[in-house]
């Protein structure tokens, strides 16, 4: 029995099976300190002010954009009292917070080093002693200041008769762990509109949506601002609408790939909210900018939950495979009639239905997902999720899923037979299973999905995703093409044997069989 297109609600923790975990470096920041100081004079506008410097192993104006510091001198006094003030630069603004106000400006940096910051706006927040005087010879000392050098983890601004009046020390850049954003800008140009293009970094991966499928894989972020992202595996929905969508996609991925560096940056240069980013590659263009001024949409207390189908309208469902529900962070999927259905959803946490779209044709939809469809609030707990309609009443139940499965999950398989052919030699295709989903090798790719166990004996495993590397032999490429599409088109049971695991199709055959244990080499012939 066939199923629809491959598709997926993907799984944080699926994506790092059978890929290597990535470590985040921790990041520090330097304490900052005020002196007493008892300067109260206004702060002058100063001119832009040329500078002949030219310090040693001092960085070029490119490498100040993205960097971040922390005050540690003013005018020759190493600061003492704890007090916060920064520095940060983007491409062409530079700004920060004195620890009493935020302040920012234009600037310019050459690679000869000179500078200069002729005009700097602030905020007018009332200060107290020492903070006050402090600010105003900060101030007049980063007005004044012509030429930089940075040399190891300091920068020192320098007035035009040489003396070093600023010295910061070079502070982490801010960690994406733990921060979620929308992607407002791919290569130069603006997301499509009424598209939801979405970014979101844990401690160890980095996901999102494209506006059509889902995506994730390990990346490394280190406190000077360099990233790096790992091969990211993806669901695999083919999208033709809204126009563009799937050049968008591409341009979104591949940008993703080539990325080495971020920057926080604000459109007032004063980093009150840090709320945009830019990633660049290696070249310094900006491929791609984020922005959390508006919270990415999702499913709230729903995330991540997994449901099967207990009753609609009230009645028990029929029918050879359960119906199961995965619920993403934008994005629903799940099996009714042994076909697979997906779509987008949004939720508040108050139990409101804000979204619910399904992906497809619209026309065609059986009394389930005319029932799903419906939907414009939910109930849940942890021992039902109940979908009503606009009228208040409760149109589907469920329960939740099981993910684990005895003798099943945490082990090992590896292919020996696939659709009664024996693995080509010398290919390696294996499977792990974990209370998180499933995933592993599959040739020349690594590959995950969720899992939905509604019974003993069945299993639901609602599309996939999967890296896109081509394979350099022919065989193993047809091998690992069929193995995908019979895993996420035709398997809905399985048999556990002492040693083996069968994954079963509607007729109850098996479609894949694996031992556990390593990989065996196979000296048998070529037959598929």
Excluded at 15 to 41: N, Q, R
Excluded at 232 to 240: D, E, K
Aim: charged share 20%; aromatic share 6%.
């Amino acid at each position: 029995m066939q199923r629809s297109a491959i598709t997926l609600a993907l799984l944080l923790a699926v994506l790092l099976i059978g890929c290597g975990d990535a470590d985040t470096p921790s990041a520090s920041s330097p304490e900052a300190a005020t002196p007493e100081a008892t300067l109260t004079t206004d702060v002058p506008a100063s001119p832009t002010i040329e500078s002949d410097a030219s310090p040693t192993d001092a960085e070029t104006s490119s490498d100040l954009a993205g960097t971040h510091w922390a005050l540690s001198a003013l005018n020759g006094r190493i600061l003492d009292i704890a007090f916060e003030s920064t520095l940060a630069f983007t491409g062409e603004q530079a700004g920060g917070n004195t620890g009493c106000n935020e302040y920012g400006g234009a600037y310019s940096a050459t690679d000869t080093g000179n500078f200069a910051m002729p005009e700097i706006e602030r905020t007018e927040q009332g200060c107290a002693e020492p903070n006050v005087g402090f600010e105003t010879e900060f101030f007049i000392a980063l007005a004044e200041a012509t030429s930089y050098a940075v040399v190891d983890d300091q920068l020192m601004l320098s007035n035009a008769d040489g003396a070093e009046t600023l010295i910061f020390t070079r502070d982490a850049t801010p960690e994406l762990t733990d921060t979620a954003w929308n992607v407002i800008v791919i290569d130069g140009r603006q997301v499509i509109e009424g598209t939801t293009v979405t970014l979101a970094f844990s401690a160890d991966v980095v996901s999102g949506s494209s506006g059509c499928n889902q995506f994730g894989g390990p990346y490394e972020a280190g406190p000077d601002g360099t990233l790096v992202i790992g091969d990211v595996l993806q669901t695999l929905i083919g999208c033709t609408e809204p126009a563009g969508i799937g050049e968008q996609e591409r341009a979104l991925l591949t940008g993703l790939a080539e990325v080495t560096t971020y920057a926080f940056e604000d459109d007032s240069a004063w980093f009150p909210e840090r709320n945009r980013i830019q990633l660049a590659d290696a070249t310094g263009k900006v491929r791609i900018v984020l922005s959390n001024e508006a919270e990415p949409t999702g499913t709230t207390l729903l995330e991540g939950t997994d449901w099967v189908l207990k009753s609609i309208h009230d009645q028990q469902p029929t029918g050879v495979c359960p119906t199961t529900l995965s619920l993403g962070r934008s994005q629903y999927d799940g099996e009714h009639e042994c076909v697979i259905y997906v779509g987008s959803i949004s939720t508040t946490a108050d139990g409101r239905i804000t979204e619910l779209r399904k992906w497809g044709d619209e026309d065609k939809l059986s009394d389930y997902e005319a029932a799903l469809l419906s939907a414009v609030e939910y109930r849940a707990d942890g021992s039902e999720l109940s979908l009503i309609d606009s009228s208040g009443t409760v149109v589907l139940r469920y329960r939740p899923a099981e993910t684990t499965i005895e003798g099943l999950t945490d082990t090992d398989w590896n292919l020996v037979m696939l659709n009664s052919k024996p693995r080509v030699p010398k290919s390696v295709v294996t499977l792990q299973i974990t209370e998180n989903g499933l995933g592993g090798q599959s040739g020349c790719n690594s590959y995950g999905s969720s899992f939905i166990v509604a019974e003993p004996g069945t299993i639901s495993i609602p599309g996939g995703a999967m890296t896109l590397a081509g394979c350099v032999e022919q065989k193993i490429q047809r091998q690992e093409e069929a193995f995908i599409e019979t895993l996420f088109q035709e398997v809905v049971g399985y048999r556990i044997g002492e040693t083996t695991l069968e994954l079963l199709n509607a007729e109850d055959e098996p479609v894949l069989i694996f031992n556990s244990g390593p990989p065996t080499e196979y000296d048998l012939n070529d037959t598929t």
